[in-house]
């Protein structure tokens, strides 16, 4: 089954050949879903002038052709030239039907395939990951896994900061620790106490101070024993990162980790690369870079630090390290930066000097995925009751606790109801995420993100156990419900359509990179389902066709679903 939109279009552009000439059949369609049809096609106001006609004749001509196609039932013009388009109930029985065969639900390969690089998550050697890490790293697997699905080659980068100023400063105190009391307490998780602690001795001491910047030299110099220690710190946190990781069901692997580190070799060339040809120049005793168009205080130019005055590199430089490499060495064609909206101007700065530099070409596109910031009540900001920022484990853990008090008075078995509330609570906490607009800030509150009705994980979780729940009544499996798939009341013809328009929400999620848009259209593909299940008996249909129908439809929704939370990175228990 293709993609229900393109096959519109299809439709549209044959019409436009067939009466304007093949000429115009390139034209964009702009397909669009109606309230007062099914879809609406806008494309005779676009094309109005170019065919010195006015907008409604040219509707009017196309919907002549259109009103008889196979899949269109009607075709109405309205207003200054819409043409609202109402599709057969037989057309979308029929490619239900279709869908409900298709391995991949009418999603169609992306062509052409791209390689892609996801810059996402953040995390920091040494230093746990907080409540503020959640959404970088959710919005940004869900966006690998569905350009997985659409056929890129993905990327992972999980920008690991590994490498600066700080590492002198915990190896110094590691050192006065003890390597064996180091390893033990960060093994237990405790990386901030010990981040602390180093940083109020760093604070507080000159002369710790001045031997953690010595450390920093010997580090940057290769010396052993701080190289040694750099990799315990290195070994602990990427432990630490896998158990986060896992529990969240993240798709980053270690080799998945792109370090600071790693770009260190290449800081000098990249500098030189940019002075050489112009784009950088020394500014107080330091390399800089001035894009144009990015201008501060009284109109002066901002720049982009490259070399310190004292020959350091800071972040900026690796910055611009990472995205030479991942143009030029890995080849990509897209790089997705899924971080906060404070690095906005930061990365808009770094794609203005790539392009100069003729690394960032037409032949490919850099873009900022923002990630808006996640707040308590009343919009503050998340933290302890002491100040400090929220772990992310604790955020993990109280979901978790609190989904299982939702759902306690329905299990007796103990390890079945920690199962349960362990997927219902992770996937609450992360569907609460990924269906706010990324670039959009939101409230914290458990009440509502675990609620078994309104747009929560728990809903959609609970809609596919209900669906499973209808076949294990049949005593069927859901692949034994082939159909074919029949409409005849108007809450079956809603939902078949909705399912129709999976392919387009996943290439919209692909296009965006807002899994949003793919969250929307999941929570109304299982309100439509909610309706149909209400409105319209399965089991008890009395006719044997209808009730076969019935099954299959309510096959084919639990797949969507299924795939869709899947795509999401949304856990999905087998009862609720």
């Given at each position: 089954?293709?993609?229900?939109?393109?096959?519109?279009?299809?439709?549209?552009?044959?019409?436009?050949?067939?009466?304007?000439?093949?000429?115009?059949?390139?034209?964009?369609?702009?397909?669009?879903?109606?309230?007062?049809?099914?879809?609406?096609?806008?494309?005779?106001?676009?094309?109005?002038?170019?065919?010195?006609?006015?907008?409604?004749e040219v509707a009017e001509?196309?919907?002549?052709?259109?009103?008889?196609?196979?899949?269109?039932?009607?075709?109405?013009?309205?207003?200054?030239?819409?043409?609202?388009?109402?599709?057969?109930?037989?057309?979308?029985?029929?490619?239900?039907?279709?869908?409900?065969?298709d391995p991949r639900l009418?999603?169609?390969?992306?062509?052409?395939?791209?390689?892609?690089?996801?810059?996402?998550?953040?995390?920091?050697?040494?230093?746990?990951?907080?409540?503020?890490?959640?959404?970088?790293?959710?919005?940004?697997?869900?966006?690998?896994?569905?350009?997985?699905?659409?056929?890129?080659?993905?990327?992972?980068?999980?920008?690991?900061?590994?490498?600066?100023?700080?590492?002198?400063?915990?190896?110094?105190?590691?050192?006065?620790?003890?390597?064996?009391?180091?390893?033990?307490?960060?093994?237990?998780?405790?990386?901030?106490?010990?981040?602390?602690?180093?940083?109020?001795?760093?604070?507080?001491?000159?002369?710790?101070?001045?031997?953690s910047r010595q450390r920093?030299?010997?580090?940057?110099?290769?010396?052993?024993?701080?190289?040694?220690?750099?990799?315990?710190?290195?070994?602990?946190?990427?432990?630490?990162?896998?158990?986060?990781?896992?529990?969240?069901?993240?798709?980053?692997?270690?080799?998945?980790?792109?370090?600071?580190?790693?770009?260190?070799?290449?800081?000098?060339?990249?500098?030189?690369?940019?002075?050489?040809?112009?784009?950088?120049?020394?500014?107080?005793?330091?390399?800089?870079?001035?894009?144009?168009?990015?201008?501060?205080?009284?109109?002066?130019?901002?720049?982009?630090?490259?070399?310190?005055?004292?020959?350091?590199?800071?972040?900026?430089?690796?910055?611009?390290?990472?995205?030479?490499?991942?143009?030029?060495?890995?080849?990509?064609?897209?790089?997705?930066?899924?971080?906060?909206?404070?690095?906005?101007?930061?990365?808009?700065?770094?794609?203005?000097?790539?392009?100069?530099?003729?690394?960032?070409?037409?032949?490919?596109?850099?873009?900022?995925?923002?990630?808006?910031?996640?707040?308590?009540?009343?919009?503050?900001?998340?933290?302890?009751?002491?100040?400090?920022?929220?772990?992310?484990?604790?955020?993990?853990?109280?979901?978790?606790?609190?989904?299982?008090?939702?759902?306690?008075?329905?299990?007796?078995?103990?390890?079945?109801?920690?199962?349960?509330?362990?997927?219902?609570?992770?996937?609450?906490?992360?569907?609460?995420?990924?269906?706010?607009?990324?670039?959009?800030?939101?409230?914290?509150?458990?009440?509502?993100?675990?609620?078994?009705?309104?747009?929560?994980?728990?809903?959609?979780?609970?809609?596919?156990?209900?669906?499973?729940?209808?076949?294990?009544?049949?005593?069927?499996?859901?692949?034994?419900?082939?159909?074919?798939?029949?409409?005849?009341?108007?809450?079956?013809?809603?939902?078949?359509?909705?399912?129709?328009?999976?392919?387009?929400?996943?290439?919209?999620?692909?296009?965006?990179?807002?899994?949003?848009?793919?969250?929307?259209?999941?929570?109304?593909?299982?309100?439509?389902?909610?309706?149909?299940?209400?409105?319209?008996?399965?089991?008890?249909?009395?006719?044997?066709?209808?009730?076969?129908?019935?099954?299959?439809?309510?096959?084919?929704?639990?797949?969507?679903?299924?795939?869709?939370?899947?795509?999401?990175?949304?856990?999905?228990?087998?009862?609720?």
């Open positions: 089954m293709a993609d229900l939109q393109a096959a519109l279009a299809a439709q549209v552009s044959a019409a436009l050949a067939a009466e304007f000439g093949a000429e115009y059949a390139g034209a964009d369609p702009l397909i669009r879903p109606s309230s007062f049809a099914d879809f609406q096609a806008n494309v005779a106001l676009a094309l109005s002038k170019r065919l010195h006609l006015p907008p409604r001509r196309l919907a002549g052709h259109l009103g008889n196609a196979v899949m269109c039932e009607r075709a109405e013009v309205s207003g200054p030239g819409f043409i609202n388009l109402t599709l057969r109930d037989n057309w979308i029985g029929d490619q239900a039907t279709s869908q409900l065969s009418g999603v169609t390969r992306a062509e052409p395939a791209r390689r892609v690089v996801v810059d996402y998550s953040g995390p920091n050697v040494a230093k746990e990951l907080h409540a503020g890490h959640l959404r970088a790293t959710a919005v940004g697997d869900a966006v690998v896994r569905v350009l997985e699905h659409l056929g890129h080659t993905v990327i992972r980068a999980a920008h690991l900061g590994d490498w600066g100023t700080q590492f002198g400063m915990l190896i110094e105190h590691a050192i006065d620790v003890g390597e064996r009391a180091t390893s033990e307490q960060l093994a237990s998780g405790e990386f901030t106490a010990f981040y602390q602690a180093a940083r109020v001795k760093f604070d507080a001491d000159p002369s710790f101070a001045h031997r920093v030299v010997q580090l940057q110099a290769g010396d052993e024993q701080a190289l040694r220690l750099w990799r315990m710190l290195v070994a602990e946190s990427m432990a630490y990162l896998r158990r986060v990781y896992d529990r969240l069901d993240i798709t980053l692997t270690d080799a998945d980790m792109d370090p600071e580190s790693f770009y260190n070799p290449m800081l000098a060339d990249v500098c030189a690369e940019l002075e050489a040809k112009g784009i950088a120049v020394i500014s107080d005793g330091a390399l800089c870079a001035f894009p144009p168009g990015f201008t501060g205080r009284g109109g002066r130019p901002v720049p982009v630090m490259l070399r310190k005055s004292d020959g350091g590199y800071g972040y900026a430089s690796t910055d611009m390290a990472a995205i030479r490499y991942r143009l030029l060495d890995l080849g990509a064609s897209r790089i997705i930066y899924v971080v906060g909206s404070e690095q906005h101007q930061h990365l808009e700065m770094v794609f203005a000097v790539a392009r100069q530099a003729g690394w960032l070409t037409d032949a490919a596109s850099a873009e900022h995925a923002v990630i808006g910031l996640m707040t308590g009540l009343g919009g503050q900001r998340l933290q302890t009751r002491s100040g400090e920022q929220v772990k992310l484990v604790d955020l993990i853990n109280e979901a978790v606790e609190r989904a299982e008090e939702v759902i306690k008075d329905r299990y007796d078995e103990p390890e079945q109801r920690g199962q349960i509330a362990e997927a219902v609570g992770i996937g609450a906490l992360k569907y609460g995420d990924l269906s706010v607009a990324r670039s959009s800030s939101y409230v914290l509150d458990f009440d509502r993100l675990l609620a078994l009705t309104g747009n929560t994980g728990p809903y959609l979780q609970y809609a596919t156990a209900r669906i499973r729940s209808i076949f294990q009544r049949a005593d069927l499996r859901p692949a034994d419900a082939t159909g074919p798939i029949t409409l005849s009341e108007p809450a079956e013809r809603a939902l078949a359509l909705r399912l129709l328009g999976f392919g387009t929400a996943v290439a919209e999620t692909a296009q965006t990179a807002e899994p949003h848009k793919l969250a929307a259209f999941l929570f109304e593909t299982a309100s439509d389902f909610t309706t149909f299940y209400e409105q319209c008996p399965v089991l008890k249909a009395q006719d044997r066709s209808v009730r076969s129908s019935r099954l299959a439809l309510a096959a084919l929704t639990l797949r969507v679903l299924l795939t869709g939370l899947d795509l999401l990175g949304i856990p999905v228990p087998e009862r609720m």
